[in-house]
């Protein structure tokens, strides 16, 4: 385990890893900070915070793997996103900033990455049926609500993730796959 904003130390987490393993060949950005508050009282350290954590982790991350898999001629790399910057959620400015953030970084590193058969996508979940820190602030309320009128269990997403990863996956690059029981689709 690392901080994701320490680079140093997310570069030695990865040559842990690679020194353990003999190379990273999948790579799931997961961190994020889910603090709620309305954009005219939110501090820039807060701002920082989020993006620091979502944008930056993930670019640390992804450059002390990814000259393992390009090494290997494989790999695969999956960031996480969220339904609520597709949809817009009062309070969580910060959060949508960065998790549309994740995907430009998906499609450029998708680009990139393709002659090396790596493949980069974003999972992007609804509401999942987690326990929610404290920091996060209540649920926030969408304007949507999924038509499968559920919300989604954790095994939903990493089954996404897992399918991602595997070879059969190979010509799926630079995607957001929505795992939000149709939230996406609005109504």
Not at 57 to 81: P, Y
Not at 82 to 95: D, E, K
Request: positive net charge.
């Amino acid at each position: 385990m690392a901080d994701v904003t320490d680079r140093k130390a997310v570069k030695k987490m990865i040559d842990a890893a690679i020194g353990a393993f003999g190379s990273v060949d999948i790579l799931v950005c997961n961190a994020s900070a889910r603090s709620q508050k309305p954009f005219t009282e939110m501090t820039y350290e807060e701002w920082r915070r989020v993006i620091d954590i979502s944008l930056d982790g993930s670019f640390f991350l992804a450059q002390a793997a990814v000259l393992s898999m390009i090494e290997k001629s494989w790999g695969r790399i999956v960031t996480l996103g969220g339904i609520s910057w597709h949809v817009g959620t009062p309070g969580r400015v910060h959060n949508l900033v960065a998790k549309s953030g994740l995907v430009g970084f998906t499609r450029g590193l998708a680009v990139e990455l393709a002659q090396h058969n790596i493949t980069v996508n974003c999972v992007s979940p609804g509401f999942i049926n987690t326990e929610r820190p404290a920091s996060a602030g209540k649920r926030p309320a969408l304007k949507v609500n999924p038509p499968v009128a559920r919300m989604g269990e954790t095994d939903e997403i990493a089954s996404m993730i897992r399918y991602l990863c595997q070879p059969e996956a190979a010509y799926i690059t630079g995607q957001t796959l929505h795992v939000n029981g149709g939230m996406y689709l609005g109504g």
